[in-house]
């Protein structure tokens, strides 16, 4: 056996919560507590010195899109366009760097241009004359596209969705993303990937949760990212509904997926104007009863909960609008009457976003033993009053969306994602946002959004030991080493923080953050006693 001694620092442990030392033996937590206690126990240890450094479960981000997120990392990324004309700036520029192939970005977002529109085609074609051009919308499931890609995409003009001008949706776009796929040369989807990975490392993750899907980035893709030999370890959810116990068990083994649920689409998102509601939009400029879209009906979502209840499979859906949540709600409530509650909530199923859910149907959902997959981020770049919720919403239904206390004080179980390349693969902000959510009374504390992005990230996974993403002797040695500028303990009132800030209160503190503070530095980064990234 060897074991390596971590003295110096500051562990976060439910263990010892005052623990300035760890010891790793084979890759196992073997030991937590005091410097002077470790070296006495340890004496052959190999001794890493932390130097005042943290120490914390590593994250795992459980909802990305890695080949995706790896092109906007390495080609064109349009997240930081603030007009119109930056955008098509950005597209010019990069089509002139770089004139060979498809040219493929990601991130624009015209709900925060002045011109309050997205390019039209011919502007695209302007920027890059005779170029297949994809450009995904920040929430990828909208895109612009140049006509020499739509002279590639066949039907995409009669599929739902199409426009002659303006940006694709719904199946039309489906159809121009896997055109797109099909014109990338063969090493970028490699190259990508392992971009997206170790990104991840370098942020402090050490698992990541793919969300794939025959519309999203076909299962060659998946599959290749599945059998790849990175450090960070994959977990793949598929996103194809079944009918059967038996098609389940055939879709897992085609794919090589974990789980049947990610990124099988209820509904679109609220920017492109695409998750189904009860109530239509109210900002549609081109109809005044859009409430969405439907991709599946009650029926098609009980047969996919039911048939994966009983092959023991995971299942779960992509879910955002109140008209999607609650045809899921209906869905689970049939074959939880059908199978029992126990058989439904020992599957884990999981829902990703979950973004305009009740309180009641929290509480069902708590019942049922669902997960619940979040992206706080959202609610910082677009929740409030005057975000783009409350644009496509109203003033009244836009600030009720991702209600982390309400699912929290429910039962549902919390993990924490990015949907990375939708918002940045960047856990402490992740976390962060979780805490200071812009609608009163619907932030968790920082400690619960830890654990969310952490424990309960690992759970949402599968990983039901009790130890998994905690460092307490027995644990897999998954952990990141961070340099912060302040550990507190947050609490409603200063007299509570004073005295949870003694060790005897059993809190560990948290790096600090508060908004406008430095977040956490990643140094290094282990899975399973290895190291995957060092800075």
Sequence with gaps: ???????????????????????????????????AVGRALHPGAEVVDLGGRFVAPAFVDTHVHATSAGLALLGLDLSGAGSLRECLDLVRARAAEDPRGILWGHGWDDSRWPENRPP?????????????????????????????????????????GWSSEGP???????????????????DQRGLAQRALLDHAAAHGVACVHECGGAEIAGVEDFRELLAGAHAVQVRGYWGEAVTTAEQARAVLAETGAHGLGGDLFVDGSLGSRTAWLTEPFADDPHSDHNTGARYLEVDAIAAH??????????????????????????????VVAELGGPAVASRGHRLEHLEMVDAAQ???????????????????????????????????????????ATLAAAGVGLAIGSDVPVTPLDPWAAVRAATAHR????????????????????RAGGERDGVAGTLVPGAPATYAVWEVEHLVVSAPSDSVQRWSLDPRSGVPALPDLAPGAVLPRCVETVRDGASIFTA
């Design 120 to 160: 039209t085609r011919a502007e695209i074609d302007e920027c890059a004359p005779g170029r297949a051009v994809y450009l995904s919308r920040i929430d990828v499931h909208s895109a612009l596209v140049s006509t020499a890609l739509v002279h590639r995409a066949a039907g995409v003009t009669d599929a739902p």
């Design 305 to 334: 909960l039911r048939a994966c209840t009983q092959a023991g499979v995971q299942g779960g859906f992509h879910v955002i609008g109140d008209g999607g949540v609650a045809a899921v709600v209906e869905a689970f409530g049939r």
């Design 439 to 458: 609608t009163p009374g619907q932030s968790i504390s920082p400690r619960a959004a830890f654990t969310a992005a952490t424990r309960g990230a690992w």
């Design 362 to 404: 929290a509480a069902l959902l708590g019942g049922w033993g669902v997960l619940a997959s979040l992206q706080p981020v959202f609610d910082e770049l677009w929740g409030g009053t005057d975000g783009v919720y409350a644009q496509r919403l109203g003033p009244v239904r836009g600030p009720l969306l991702n209600p982390l």
């Design 168 to 186: 694709l949706s719904q199946q039309a776009h489906h159809v121009a993303r896997e055109a797109a796929r099909a014109a990338l040369a063969p």
């Design 1 to 35: 056996m060897s074991t390596r001694l971590l003295v110096g620092g500051a562990v976060y442990t439910p263990a010892a919560p005052d623990a300035t030392a760890m010891a790793v033996t084979d890759g196992v937590v073997s030991w937590v507590g005091e410097d």
